[in-house]
């Protein structure tokens, strides 16, 4: 197996998280923390045009998550586009990092995983599990029930909830 799986002592541990982050909820965060206790830097890698027309722009949702971890030099984040594993290998990152919060993730996810694996064996999918209180929250659900006049906080950071009442015109 190719070293970047097994990196050198004192070599930086790099996890990159991907995803689209359109908002990023407080489960994203419970999972930024975790992986920010384990690898020396934890990357968010936020896809561009995952969706074709997101709620938030690119650059709000990366504002979003450099408010939320304002110095803290160990969570960085970035944009990326094209395959999941050449960001992965341009970031000389040895992980990819996903979130799972119930059974229902698990096909896809292990789909992924294993097609990653494929296309680079030399990087390593981790996921972890969000608290329990977070388990059910997607980026799409919040979408959802804030637009239906339904109550999210607790559920997003506040930096979004503000943002979300912005767009509204509240
Ligand atoms: O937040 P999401 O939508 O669940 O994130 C999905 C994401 C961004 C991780 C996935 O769509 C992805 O990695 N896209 C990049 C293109 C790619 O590499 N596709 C093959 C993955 S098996």
Redesign the pocket.
């Known amino acids: 197996m190719p070293d970047r799986a097994d990196p050198s002592p004192g070599r930086v541990r790099v996890a990159v998280y991907?995803?689209?982050?359109?908002p990023l909820t407080n489960g994203h965060i419970d999972i930024i923390e975790r992986g920010a206790r384990i690898f020396d830097v934890i990357v968010v890698?936020?896809?561009v045009n995952?969706?074709k027309s997101p709620l938030f722009t690119m650059q709000e949702r990366v504002d979003i998550v450099r408010e939320v971890f304002r110095g803290r030099p160990h969570v960085e984040v970035d944009t990326?586009?094209?395959?999941?594993?050449?960001?992965v290998s341009r970031r000389e990152a040895q992980v990819?990092v996903?979130g799972l919060r119930a059974v229902s993730d698990f096909e896809?996810e292990f789909?992924?995983?294993?097609?990653?694996r494929r296309?680079d064996s030399s990087i390593e999918t981790v996921f972890m599990m969000p608290a329990e209180q977070y388990s059910y929250i997607s980026?799409r659900l919040i979408k959802e029930v804030f637009s239906l006049g339904g109550r999210v906080s607790g559920l997003v950071p506040e930096t979004v909830e503000r943002r979300l009442h912005e767009k509204r015109g509240d």
Do not use: K, T
């Open positions: 991907p995803g689209s982050f359109d890698a936020i896809l995952a969706e990326f586009d094209g395959l999941l594993v050449d960001y990819i996903r896809v789909q992924m995983a294993l097609m990653n296309l980026s």
